[in-house]
Every structure is written in C-alpha cells, then in structure tokens.
C-alpha cells in the first residue's frame, strides 16, 4: 500500500516506478546528505500532509525544539496549532530539556533527553500507543539521528535505532529518518543504510531515491516558499 507523500512531484515520480498511489506505506526510510539540503523540510511536508488527511504522527525532534519547528514551519504556511488540538500531533522533544527554554508537558508533547537512549525509546512506546489510538495508520519522523549520534556511542545508537525502526513498523506506521552524511564512520553509514527499506538522498541539486524492491531514481528539486519542490526525473 501506498499513501500521499505531500511533496509535489515525489508521487508522481514513484507511480513511473510502479508505487501508483504515492509514498509507500509501512516502510522506513532513510533521508540522508549534507546540510541545509532540505532533509528536515521534507520531514515538515510528509508529516504535515499526513494530519491533513487524518493520519497522526509521532515526531521525534532531536535538533530543534517545539518552538523552533512550529516558527519554521510557519515561514512556509504550515500551521501545527489545530492538529494539535485535534490530537493528531504527538510530539516528543529530546532536545529542549538541554539547549533552551522546555515547553511544559502535555497530552500530546513531552520531553525526553537526547542523551538517554533508554527515557527516550520509552517515551517513544508511549507515544506510539497514543497515536495508534488515533488510527493504525500514522507517519512517524526522527529528525535526526546526527544529534543523537553527538551525544551517544555510535553502536548504542544503531541498537536503539533498529528497536525504533521494529515497534514502529509492527505498529503500523510510515517512518522516516534523519541523518547528516559524513558524522559517523563508514561502516557504521553502511548499517544505518542497511536497516532501512528506502534510502533518500539529497544533494542540493538532486534526489536520489533507492528502495529495497530495487528501484533507484533521481530527481531534480527546488526548496520554493512553499516547501520542496520536485522537476524532471529519471529512473537509472
């Protein structure tokens, strides 16, 4: 099954792939390059396309804080305030706790420590049963395992990430993740690239798609006011 990405272009893109409805479903995936190339705009679209079409999502912020990511989302006309209220955004920030002012604990926004793996996959499970209420079928975003990698050993890292990965797929959920290309060692690259279904890069210039049913692709894509942005693409 397949769902709408809510990146413009990207469906249509995967459909000349054989993925007819768009974004495949109940995967993981994950979106990886250098900086500042769009990989965190992404995560906004897909997960505010998904609660648009009523499907929750559990987000998991580990570079910016709550505040930070509701102005940032603004600045492309993505308002979070109703989905909130609405329950449909289920928010765990591991990072505020250490870098600024936390926001006060809520039904559907908690705090969690980027350098305690273990609070974190706790708070994790506990979101994801709140979610799953909300329906079987939900998005769920890491942005981005480069801070966690800052903070903790790389293999506790990768333990904790293939636990994450599980419970979220048997749950039911889309996932996507996070990573800056070049943090980590290149064995440990290797494996984070290996426990996904779907391997995204950017570059800037280009996306580059790769899934496990052997598609590869590349596209062509703009970061505009209104988010990313995808032209002209070929299957390799």
């Given at each position: 099954?397949?769902?709408?990405?809510?990146?413009?272009?990207?469906?249509?893109?995967?459909?000349?792939?054989?993925?007819?409805?768009?974004?495949?479903?109940?995967?993981?995936?994950?979106?990886?390059?250098?900086?500042?190339?769009?990989?965190?705009?992404?995560?906004?679209?897909?997960?505010?396309?998904?609660?648009?079409?009523?499907?929750?999502?559990?987000?998991?912020?580990?570079?910016?804080?709550?505040?930070?990511?509701?102005?940032?989302?603004?600045?492309?006309?993505?308002?979070?305030?109703?989905?909130?209220?609405?329950?449909?955004?289920?928010?765990?920030?591991?990072?505020?706790?250490?870098?600024?002012?936390?926001?006060?604990?809520?039904?559907?926004?908690?705090?969690?420590?980027?350098?305690?793996?273990?609070?974190?996959?706790?708070?994790?499970?506990?979101?994801?049963?709140?979610?799953?209420?909300?329906?079987?079928?939900?998005?769920?975003?890491?942005?981005?395992?480069?801070?966690?990698?800052?903070?903790?050993?790389?293999?506790?890292?990768?333990?904790?990430?293939?636990?994450?990965?599980?419970?979220?797929?048997?749950?039911?959920?889309?996932?996507?993740?996070?990573?800056?290309?070049?943090?980590?060692?290149?064995?440990?690259?290797?494996?984070?690239?290996?426990?996904?279904d779907n391997l995204i890069m950017f570059d800037g210039n280009y996306m580059t798609y790769k899934s496990n049913l052997g598609?590869?692709?590349?596209?062509?894509?703009?970061?505009?006011?209104?988010?990313?942005?995808?032209?002209?693409?070929?299957?390799?």
């Open positions: 099954m397949s769902s709408e990405s809510g990146i413009p272009g990207l469906d249509d893109f995967l459909a000349s792939a054989g993925f007819t409805d768009g974004f495949p479903e109940n995967t993981t995936t994950l979106i990886y390059g250098p900086p500042k190339v769009g990989k965190s705009i992404f995560c906004y679209q897909f997960a505010y396309h998904g609660m648009s079409i009523n499907e929750p999502c559990l987000y998991v912020t580990a570079d910016e804080g709550m505040k930070q990511i509701q102005q940032n989302m603004i600045d492309f006309g993505w308002f979070l305030q109703s989905f909130m209220d609405e329950e449909l955004l289920y928010v765990i920030d591991s990072i505020s706790s250490l870098t600024g002012v936390p926001i006060e604990n809520t039904s559907t926004y908690t705090l969690s420590k980027i350098n305690d793996p273990t609070d974190l996959m706790v708070k994790i499970g506990l979101g994801t049963r709140f979610v799953f209420k909300k329906s079987n079928e939900f998005r769920s975003v890491f942005d981005s395992l480069t801070t966690l990698f800052a903070f903790n050993p790389e293999p506790m890292v990768i333990r904790f990430l293939k636990t994450y990965l599980r419970r979220l797929k048997e749950a039911g959920a889309t996932v996507i993740v996070t990573y800056t290309e070049g943090v980590t060692d290149e064995r440990t690259e290797k494996t984070l690239k290996s426990i996904v598609f590869i692709g590349t596209v062509e894509y703009e970061i505009t006011d209104q988010g990313l942005v995808l032209g002209k693409g070929e299957i390799l």
